[in-house]
């Protein structure tokens, strides 16, 4: 089992920066990928940003490409979504997310995740 467990929510004004955390522990020498995922209101659960395990390889949605950057520290076992430039639209509860090498090759896809925290709110407001 893997446990994740995300930090740095809160409530800022557009155009202020918030920096998430997600600590990692149990067997997290399994995990490979590490996810952010968003969901707001409404709305199905959405891709935000992943990062390799060698952090060599970071992937992003297009809306926050250029305002957030994903990090990997393996030793600290902890993962970090600094998110700068923020909009409205980015309010959502953020989720982190954990994958264990297998058959799937994707990573934008919340089915692609076996181990998921339990969330933190963002909030921007205008």
């Known amino acids: 089992q893997v446990q994740l467990v995300e930090s740095g929510g809160g409530s800022v004004q557009a155009g202020g920066s918030l920096r998430l955390s997600c600590a990692a522990s149990?067997?997290?020498?399994?995990?490979?990928?590490m996810g952010w995922f968003r969901q707001a209101p409404g709305n199905e659960r959405e891709f935000v940003a992943a990062i390799g395990r060698t952090s060599n390889t970071t992937y992003y949605v297009d809306s926050i490409k250029g305002r957030f950057t994903v990090s990997r520290d393996n030793t600290k076992n902890t993962v970090t979504l600094q998110m700068n430039s923020l909009k409205p639209e980015d309010t959502a509860i953020y989720y982190c997310?954990?994958?264990?090498?297998?058959?799937?090759?994707?990573?934008?896809?919340?089915?692609?995740?076996?181990?998921w925290g339990q969330g933190t709110q963002v909030t921007v407001s205008s």
């Open positions: 997310a954990a994958r264990i090498p297998g058959s799937r090759s994707s990573v934008y896809y919340a089915n692609d995740y076996d181990y």
């Open positions: 149990g067997r997290i020498f399994r995990v490979d990928v």
